[in-house]
């Protein structure tokens, strides 16, 4: 049977931090429980899109989704588990912040499944938490995990945000430090970016804030790297290392063009080569779930079928997210056809100056993964040459 990936998004948040620009809300408690019923109707209503699947992962993201009831997590995978059988190494994941999940629900949420938990610490300095608007202590993450591991956890991991205005390399070492102390399996590491219409870029725009230059920002990626692969975390993925077995088998759906589900207000999905997009608004999400006019898709706001040249430069730009990269060959069975010449210049020319290896598969150099983003931008353009048609 053909895999298949679930992700479903929770919203809800107890604070909306300054610097997040995911479809998150504050102050909709009241939402939660109409809001729980409309994710188990929409898995119902997509029914057909589970015929002969085995479902892969399901990926709890939001928002927060440790802060809704663990009884609806279940809700929702036994819903999942009616329409399609799981797979026997199927990942069951979930984010939560810490202290905002007692050892009962973590308890109750290994019951019904979740085997994966990523706990939210992003720092471990109360300064550098109350700048990112974290309303926990560095304690509490300490206390999270030792819930996790008591609740049965076999898989637990940890996020970090790097690159805060001023934060020295010594600070930036202490948190690493600290995260691996706890002895998690994975650690993901992001770098803190300045998003349009958040509360972080209006400051930034005011001149109460200024962002940290881009070489001072490299310079903590490289530290993450060094400090994390000295402590046996084998780093697969720009943002992520792992102990070994530990790699996030849902997040590798997204980055190998995998097909997954979305469900949830503004969640995303992906299949049959088609991609779309629910409503955002948690009440517009309910209302349209609950109206129910157009199964499968019962709350979509868009929907869309790539391109040539998006599908491929799509397809190249994630794949260069793992440090694996890929194979031509692999290339060559997704789009019927050898990597363009095109595309082919570009990398060569990547190549020549460092940033691109080419054998024995193509992948990032070390120093190229700062250099992602403008790899993947020239890679778009070498698409869009190679699908325009010929001059006559």
Known sequence: MKPLAVYVHIPFCTVKCGYCDF???????????????????????????FEAREVSSIGFG????????????GAVIAAVRRLAP????????????????????????????????SIGAQSFHASELRFLDRIHSPEATAASIRLAREAGFQSVGLDLIYGLPGQAPA?????????????????????LTVEDGTMLARRVERGEVEPLDADAVADLYELASDVLEAAGYEQYELSNW????????????????????????????????????????????????????????VAVANRYTPDAATAMSDWLALRLRLIEGFDPGEFAARFGQAVPLPVASVLEECSRV???????????????????????????????????PAAV
């Open 86 to 117: 799981l797979s026997p190494a199927a990942e069951i994941s979930l984010e939560a912040n810490p202290g905002t999940v007692t050892g009962d629900a973590l308890r109750e949420l290994h019951g019904h499944g979740v085997n994966r938990l």
């Open 171 to 191: 600070a930036w070492r202490a948190s690493l430090e600290a995260a691996i102390a706890l002895g998690p399996d994975h650690v993901s590491a992001y770098a």
């Open 23 to 49: 479809n998150a809300y504050a102050g909709m408690d009241n939402l939660k429980v109409d809001y729980g019923r409309a994710l188990v109707h929409e898995v119902e209503a997509a029914a057909a899109l």
């Open 242 to 297: 792992a102990r070994p077995g530990h790699q996030s088998r849902h997040n590798r759906t997204y980055w190998t063009d995998g097909e997954y589900l979305g469900i949830g207000a503004g969640a995303h999905g992906y299949v049959g080569g088609e991609r779309y997009e629910n409503v955002a608004h948690p009440r517009e999400y309910i209302a349209a779930v609950q109206a129910a006019k157009a199964p499968p898709f």
């Open 354 to 388: 460092g940033a691109v290896e080419t054998a024995p598969r193509i992948r990032l150099s070390r120093s190229g993964r700062l250099l992602h983003g403008e790899v993947a931008a020239r890679l778009l353009l070498a698409c869009r040459q190679s699908a325009a």
């Open 62 to 73: 939001g928002g927060t989704p440790g802060e809704v009831p663990a009884s609806d997590i």
